[in-house]
């Protein structure tokens, strides 16, 4: 059974930082592209970044040079470091498994809420 478990959201100021965390069971975590989502309150969900098993990133356009994604595969861990927050960066984040499937992620954690105020 695939778990993921995510942690580290919360409130901070305008131009703060968090780091959110999301460690995986239950996957042969090292082979599989991660992906870190928002989904603001009355909106769609939305992509942020991801990182494939060899380590490329890709990422949302609002959030490029601001926010980075890393993994530690010994950890079974996924981050998602954010820096220069803005008000509009305040979502539920969700991890997810294989976000490229064509069936959309295998797997999803719980959500995390991050709310920046201004």
């Known amino acids: 059974q695939v778990q993921l478990v995510e942690s580290g959201g919360g409130l901070v100021q305008a131009g703060g930082s968090l780091i959110l965390s999301c460690e995986a069971s239950?996957?042969?975590?090292?082979?599989?592209?991660m992906g870190w989502y928002r989904q603001p309150l009355g909106n769609q969900r939305e992509l942020v970044a991801v990182i494939t098993s060899g380590g490329s990133t890709i990422y949302l356009g609002s959030v490029k040079g601001r926010f980075t994604i890393s993994r530690n595969n010994a950890k079974n861990t996924v981050y998602l470091q954010m820096n220069s927050l803005k008000p509009e960066d305040t979502a539920v984040y969700y991890c997810?498994?294989?976000?490229?499937?064509?069936?959309?992620?295998?797997?999803w954690g719980q959500g995390t809420q991050v709310t920046v105020s201004s």
């Open positions: 997810a498994a294989d976000p490229y499937s064509r069936l959309g992620p295998s797997s």
């Open positions: 239950g996957i042969i975590f090292s082979i599989n592209t």
